[in-house]
């Protein structure tokens, strides 16, 4: 199976280019916190859109926490960065499911095999043995990506890497739904690391930006390592929350 990249013809509508470009000149310092915007007409001139365009582009900023409406006193900047929308808190399977379902999966680009061990974690076996899928997500109804995520699956399960982003959710119900295997326990490793620098540029970052890394192995009821999922998360828009409670004298931690 030759390499090939999959890309949606969708295009993204004006209202999101526009609160994309508002976005990048936020970050960048054009519109310093504690700055105003341009007023709604102003917006609808330098970039010639109707008025409803320019509202639903401020509605898409203030939605990310960036700025902040008044009337009669305008719109004014109150964070570089948006505020963090994800938050993960896991304690099963089931749970880790609902999260992936509230988000959209698109594929990026497939490879058939992996030639090397990748640089933020080591396979099981020898490096062809796995084949490596590149995948962002995006909230719904955006095509703007939020995070990445490098999945590698055994190559007995090549069958399953046509199929990710073919419904909702993750990859691991497809190993379940179709090769019969049954998730049983799922590792994650957390650590603070930088954007790779393809993902950095694909987001939207700098090299130096910070990044969230995660890593999660699936294993089956055997213990056999049946996926590793490496996920870059900007800090700015996602936190990851643990509780520790006591029940019956021992802690139990949920991610």
């Not at 365009?53 to 960065?81: C, S, W």
């Not at 808190?89 to 594929?107: C, G, K, M, P, S």
């Not at 061990?117 to 084949?131: I, K, S």
């Not at 294993?219 to 590793?228: S, T, Y």
């Amino acid at each position: 199976m030759a390499n090939n990249e999959s890309q949606s013809n969708a295009k993204p509508t004006l209202y999101q280019n526009m609160s994309d470009r508002l976005l990048e000149l936020i970050r960048s310092g054009h519109y310093p916190v504690g700055s105003k915007l341009p007023t709604e007409m102003e917006l609808c001139e330098m970039y010639g859109v109707g008025r409803h365009t320019a509202r639903e582009a401020i509605r898409k900023l203030t939605d990310l926490g960036l700025i902040e409406r008044r009337r009669r006193a305008g719109t004014t900047v109150i964070r570089q960065h948006p505020k963090p929308q994800f938050g993960l808190a896991l304690d099963t399977t089931d749970q880790l499911q609902r999260y992936l379902e509230f988000t959209d999966l698109h594929v990026h680009k497939k490879a058939v095999c992996v030639d090397k061990q990748p640089p933020e974690t080591a396979l099981d076996g020898e490096p062809g043995d796995w084949v490596k899928v590149e995948t962002y997500r995006s909230v719904p109804g955006s095509k703007r990506g939020i995070s990445w995520t490098d999945i590698y699956l055994r190559k007995e399960y090549q069958a399953v890497a046509e199929l990710i982003s073919t419904q909702p959710g993750g990859v691991y119900p497809l190993l379940e739904e179709h090769c019969g295997e049954v998730v049983e326990t799922i590792e994650m490793e957390i650590s603070a690391s930088r954007f790779p620098p393809h993902v950095a540029r694909f987001l939207g970052y700098e090299d130096s930006d910070p990044a969230l890394l995660i890593i999660r192995t699936f294993r089956n009821l055997a213990g056999k390592v049946m996926e590793v999922a490496v996920s870059f998360y900007p800090p700015y828009e996602f936190r990851y929350l643990t509780r520790l409670s006591r029940s019956d004298g021992s802690h139990r931690s949920q991610s």
